[in-house]
């Protein structure tokens, strides 16, 4: 019941009636902590754990870090740390439900890529969810300090974090962000605009579902707003993502219906989907 009333008083993320119990077992995570107080959501490595793996092969995947090396790390612990990080994040290794959805809809095309990472690591992880309101609400072009970051996450923490751990923080959500195309920069930080793909907002509909919204408000939902589009272009993304098989969609006439998870279970194979 505490995890519950967390969720209803710190977390847009999820409807007052969602149940953090319900949604832990298919892959959302609630807890402080997480993968983004010392790395960032690992794009480069990720996208290298896929090209090297085969679908549904967790076994490859160890040992293409493990023995392979494939990611260049220096020593056999870096090894090891690095395929922890990717498998909370990402389950490349012991996939929930919402990781092997995003696997699935990575290798379904070659584009969204960062975009479907990103909805997967903030699914996965709070403190990354608490940075997004401050960078999707900066307008295109403008900057970004990982100062103004640290004061949105330390208003969200109070006392929680140390100034040192304020900007390791920040700077690992920005550079996240980065990645996922919503900043620019390797230093000084401007906002830019998402590139999304049809995959990519099947995947944020499929998460907003699964966190209680629906009709208009999953459209309005945090979720969505990560599409870093007009409503108008969302409604065209999801309407080739349902040419996909991925959703059915429905608006007009002030109506708003996203059947998004029965068709998603379906064809990802992820029943656990249907069953949250």
Known sequence: MLERAE????????????????????????????VHLSKTMMLDELSAVMRAS????????????????ILG???????????SRLNTLFGVVDPLPIQSVMVMLWRRSASGHPLLALLCALAREPLLRDSAAAI????????????????????????????????????NCASSWTQSGHLRGKVAKRRSRAEPSAEAA????????????GGPALLASPWMRVLDRPEQDVIALLRRAEAQGLLQIRVG?????????????????VTALANG
């Open 202 to 213: 099947a995947y944020a509909a499929l998460l907003g579902a699964l966190a209680g919204f």
């Open 7 to 34: 969720i209803q008083l710190t977390d847009e993320w999820f409807t007052p009636e969602s149940d953090a119990g319900a949604s832990k077992p298919l892959g959302f995570r609630h807890e402080p902590g997480g």
């Open 54 to 69: 085969e679908p549904g092969q967790s076994a490859t995947v160890a040992q293409a870090i493990l023995d392979h090396n």
């Open 136 to 171: 999707l609400a900066t307008p295109e072009g403008t900057a970004l300090r990982w100062p103004d970051l640290a004061a949105a996450l330390a208003k969200r923490h109070p006392a929680r974090y140390s100034p040192k751990m304020l900007k390791s923080l920040a700077q």
């Open 73 to 83: 790390k220096p020593t056999g612990s870096a090894r090891k740390l690095a395929l």
């Open 253 to 269: 006439g002030g109506v708003v219906q996203i059947d998004v998870i029965r068709p998603m279970a379906q064809l990802t194979g």
